[in-house]
Antibody, heavy 124, light 107 residues
């Protein structure tokens, strides 16, 4: 059974930093693209970042709103995904979901499993 | 960035109704579109990929169609467990984006 468990959320002041973690189990982590998706309170989903798999050299992609401030990384030996968030803004307040971009259709990798999320609150 | 506009943003329907949700892209995205269902306090669930292919285990009352810039999600006969918020997402190019969501509520 695929499981994704996020941790590391909490309260941080504007301009501060936070590192989120996602522990994955139930599948071969190194074979899969992995994503972070967030959802502000009462709002819709916003894709944040993607890490491609080992076969694609772990290259990364980012949403325009976080590029240059957030860094996605992974440790395949630990089956873990990370999101380093720097220079946080109040607009970054959201539940952050770890997700597996595991469903390949042609050349595209669709998100097929999600964790339960971790809440990040940016406030003074 | 490619913008996805869902309509309506909210709809009220009864059990047994046929429901259609539209997702329009700001530029052509071929068929690189997914649909997700989210219930309150829960993570989203993967329903449809490549615009029209049902993910394994998803009831056949759900269907998707479209290509280019206009897409639809249809529920042929709404069931009590279908009351939720639905999101489209494109995978045409980076950055990936989601539509704003359509909340389906009980009339």
């Amino acid at each position: 059974e695929v499981q994704l468990v996020e941790s590391g959320g909490g309260l941080v002041q504007p301009g501060g930093s936070l590192r989120l973690s996602c522990a994955a189990s139930g599948f071969t982590f190194s074979d899969h693209y992995m994503d972070w998706v967030r959802q502000a309170p009462g709002k819709g989903l916003e894709w944040v970042a993607r890490s491609r798999d080992k076969a694609h050299r772990y290259t990364t992609e980012y949403a325009t709103s976080v590029k240059g401030r957030f860094t996605i990384s992974r440790d395949d030996s630990e089956n873990s995904l990370y999101l380093q968030m720097n220079n946080l803004e109040t607009e970054d307040t959201a539940v952050y979901y770890c997700a597996r971009g595991g469903w390949r259709s042609g050349s595209r990798y669709y998100i097929d499993y999600w964790g339960q999320g971790t809440l990040v609150t940016v406030s003074s | 960035d490619i913008q996805l506009t869902q309509s309506p943003s909210f709809l009220s329907a009864s059990v047994g109704d046929r429901v259609t949700i539209t997702c329009r892209a700001s530029q052509g995205i071929s068929s690189y579109l997914a649909w997700y269902q989210q219930k309150p306090g829960k993570a989203p669930k993967f329903l449809i990929y490549a615009a029209s292919t049902l993910q394994s285990g998803v009831p056949s009352r759900f269907s998707g169609s479209g290509s280019g810039t206009e897409f639809t999600l249809t529920i042929s006969s709404l069931q009590p467990e279908d009351f939720a918020t639905y999101y489209c997402q494109h995978l045409n190019s980076y950055p990936l984006t989601f539509g704003g969501g359509t909340k389906v509520e009980i009339k």
